[in-house]
């Protein structure tokens, strides 16, 4: 650790609560023009309690800002020509990067910046980035997070990465002895580590860099190495806000799922992944109706209640990789994986089951409003996703015709051959 | 479906590779029959290598479970995927299954 007085005469980055975004003015000037840019500035600030400001001290304990105001980290820094072209080189591809960022992949993108940025400038690799998630033993990798078919990349939790991520502080190995250096092993693997750090907020470790080998010269400076973790922690919240931004813009405000746009976006390329592979998928529409009832009584207040809550109760219900989407103002649509019609009715079955208990304790149990469901299998024939989702409605229609909460395409098929016949 | 096996002492650790769908079963439970008459009932199934199974499957699952027991003791499954399990919960029948984490707990379960 290190106090105030110990900084004397050094040359230090703070980074100091409070203060204004000195790190945000250099990211929005240079992206002149773009406010979007400088509204997530403002929220990464928001973000982390305070506005955060990077002020670079120059010589002999010059400071900007108030003492007592620092908040978070101080950071000394030596007075070397060569920390700052690293600092700067790794800003400004951190810029570039986000003038170009596929904004479908943002964590992916940035973990894969993070790990050039941190071999070429730091000579460090391999570089494992990981998001860690509150109550988990895994840790998550960057590159699956925003992967619209994502395949399970993850780490157990252990070892090294286990104590940095309780403590917060970052791990060295030991630079004393040069040319063996006392690099930890992960407690899940037995990859070595000569370098981890948390990426932290609110006290509380949410990312996790992780550097096999890292160059000696590098162990060996303590200050390169906080600016260094000072400057990605940064970048991490700002690219945090980009993707908070992402989701809020593809979300239905009344029900929490995605709108139907980014809905098919999203469905169609988990079907061409499905079918790739040769998963079974099954597409279910889920209909309010008396929604227009509730509108000619005035019961709006209700109404958005209830559309709410047919939206919390998908989120609810589904598994992480099913997809949910509002596909009209009375109509919900959902993708659910791997699974045969058997399956997926038992799913939708249970939604139903819930949304028309919250149904029958709002407008009773002969009130205007039900909930009623059709659900479309791909089997070996893997239709298109129109198709599917036509199949879907005509099956939720046939429900309706014949008073059933839920019908399945084929299901209906068979039923209507058997009846010709 | 392609089936590993391999013995573990008085237990056979049966890996099954790809999914446990409709057209699978019937290889699937020969192997698990067979493994189970040769070993008096002591088979480990390692269902990490089963992506998801469909209702065929979870029926095949089962049956190791609830069909008569010619041996001594019953199959259990070990390292489920995310998907399996969730289709097992879905279908309230993991409590009548026996399932462990790892492959070595299950071993483990068969010599108290």
Redesign the interface.
């Known amino acids: 650790m290190w106090t105030a007085d110990s900084l004397r005469g050094r040359r230090t980055i703070h980074v100091i609560g409070s203060l204004l975004p000195l790190i945000g003015c250099i990211l929005a000037t240079a992206w002149a023009g773009d406010m979007l840019v400088r509204t997530v500035l403002i929220a990464v600030g928001v973000g982390t309690s305070a506005t955060i400001g990077l002020a670079v001290h120059m010589r002999n304990d010059v400071r900007v800002g108030k003492r007592e105001t620092s908040t978070l980290v101080e950071i000394p820094t030596r007075t070397d020509v060569r920390d700052d072209r690293v600092l700067h080189r790794m800003l400004d591809e951190f810029l570039n990067w986000l003038a170009q960022r596929d904004e479908d992949h943002l964590w992916a993108g940035f973990d894969q910046l993070l790990r050039e940025m941190v071999a070429e400038h730091l000579e460090g690799t391999p570089v494992r980035c990981y998001h860690v998630v509150p109550g988990e033993e895994e840790l998550r990798s960057l590159a699956q997070a925003t992967a619209s078919v994502t395949t399970?990349k993850k780490r157990l939790l252990g070892g090294v990465a286990s104590r940095v991520v309780e403590s917060g502080d970052e791990y060295v190995a030991d630079a004393s002895r040069d040319g063996a250096r006392d690099a930890q092993r992960d407690g899940s693997s037995e990859e070595r580590f000569d370098w981890v750090w948390p990426i932290r907020r609110h006290d509380k470790t949410i990312g996790l860099v992780m550097v096999g080998e890292l160059s000696g010269a590098v162990v060996r400076e303590p200050d390169l190495r906080r600016a260094v973790v000072t400057l990605v922690q940064l970048m991490w919240e700002h690219v945090a806000a980009l993707e908070a931004l992402r989701v809020a813009r593809r979300t239905d405000r009344s029900s929490g799922v995605l709108n139907r746009g980014d809905f098919f976006s999203v469905a169609l390329n988990v079907l061409d992944h499905a079918y790739r592979t040769?998963?079974?998928v099954v597409i279910a529409t889920l209909t309010l109706e008396g929604l227009r009832a509730l509108d000619d009584y005035g019961m709006w207040q209700d109404r958005d209640a209830l559309i709410a809550e047919v939206g919390a109760t998908l989120a609810r219900r589904l598994?992480?990789?099913d997809r949910v989407g509002r596909f009209s103002d009375d109509r919900f649509v959902v993708l659910l994986?791997?699974?045969?019609g058997?399956?997926g009715s038992?799913?939708v079955g249970?939604i139903l089951t819930a949304a028309e208990t919250y149904i029958v304790e709002t407008f009773g149990a002969h009130g205007p409003v039900g909930i009623r469901a059709g659900l479309a299998v791909s089997g070996k024939e893997q239709p298109a996703l129109d198709t599917l989702l036509d199949r879907a409605f005509a099956a939720a229609k046939t429900a309706r015709e014949r008073g059933k909460r839920l019908q399945c395409h084929d299901q209906a098929i068979a039923e209507e051959v058997g009846h010709e016949s | 479906m392609k089936v590993d096996t391999v013995s573990c002492g008085a237990v056979s650790i049966l890996m099954p590779r790809g999914?446990l769908?409709t057209d699978e079963v019937p290889d699937f439970q020969g192997e698990v029959q067979s493994a189970s008459q040769a070993m008096g009932g002591r088979v480990v199934i390692d269902m990490s290598g089963i992506?998801?199974l469909?209702?065929?499957g979870?029926q095949a699952v089962l049956s190791l479970y609830t069909e008569p027991n010619r041996t001594p003791f019953r199959p259990k499954l070990a390292s489920l995927t995310?998907?399996c399990r969730?289709?097992l919960d879905?279908?309230n029948l993991i409590s009548r299954l026996e399932v462990f984490d790892t492959v070595e707990n299950a071993v483990r379960s068969y010599n108290p």
């Open positions: 399970s040769g998963e079974p598994r992480s990789d994986r791997r699974l045969d058997d399956l038992l799913i249970k | 999914a769908i992506p998801y469909d209702s065929a979870i995310e998907t969730d289709a879905l279908t």
